[in-house]
């Protein structure tokens, strides 16, 4: 059985990484509104571009056109 040391290093390794990067990469440090539901939507927009710039490093844009096209 795993100690809490090395559950929660695992947690850290694995799930505090895209925070670190979209901080980095998008050159985030605050939100810019104010309200539990801005705040919910704007990080939904940040977690989007995150999300999509990654699908575009793995598919390339002409991949990625080329799977939403009918």
């Known amino acids: 059985m ?3 040391y ?3 290093k695992r947690r850290g390794s694995i799930v ?3 925070f670190g990067t979209i901080k980095k990469l998008l050159d985030w440090d605050h939100y810019l509104v104010k309200g539990k539901g801005k705040v919910s939507g704007e ?3 940040i977690v989007f571009n995150y999300n999509f710039k990654r699908v ?3 598919l390339g844009v002409a991949g990625f ?3 939403i096209s009918y």
């Open 2 to 4: 795993l100690d809490h």
């Open 43 to 45: 990080n939904a927009l």
């Open 65 to 67: 056109i080329n799977d």
């Open 16 to 18: 505090e990484h895209p």
């Open 56 to 58: 575009l490093s793995i």
């Open 6 to 8: 090395t559950i929660i």
